[in-house]
Nanobody, 121 residues
Framework: QVQLVESGGGLVRPGGSLRLSCAAS????????MSWYRQAPGKERDLVAT????????NYADSVKGRFTIFRDNAKNAVYLQMHTLKPEDTAVYYC??????????????WGQGTQVTVSS
């Protein structure tokens, strides 16, 4: 049902920028809050940023505030993560996540497969 495909990852130098994209299909995109998570080797998967269904509110991890921006385009069924001033500690696999709640069913969520971001000189 919920299909999420991340793209845009790669190798970038410290201080550089990347834009990650998440293409969604198989569900009513505008009814889902969207988030970006990341997971570095040997570490837990952590929330990076989240955005509400209409894009009216966002939230960021302290480690990325002022550097990353999450935004969505409901007409394109896509959510993005614009990353600036990248640091080596940003190196991780970045995952897209969709969350909603269906009355009579309960919460529903889906994950993308992830895209690798490596920040290194």
């Amino acid at each position: 049902q919920v299909q999420l495909v991340e793209s845009g990852g790669g190798l970038v130098r410290p201080g550089g920028s990347l834009r990650l994209s998440c293409a969604a299909s198989g569900f009513r995109f505008s009814r889902y809050a969207m988030s970006w998570y990341r997971q570095a080797p040997g570490k837990e998967r952590d929330l990076v940023a989240t955005i509400t269904r209409a894009g009216g509110s966002t939230n960021y991890a302290d480690s990325v505030k002022g550097r990353f921006t999450i935004f969505r385009d409901n007409a394109k069924n896509a959510v993005y993560l614009q990353m600036h001033t990248l640091k080596p500690e940003d190196t991780a696999v970045y995952y897209c996540r969709a969350d909603s709640f269906i009355p009579g069913v309960g919460p529903i969520a889906g994950w993308g497969q992830g895209t690798q971001v490596t920040v290194s000189s």
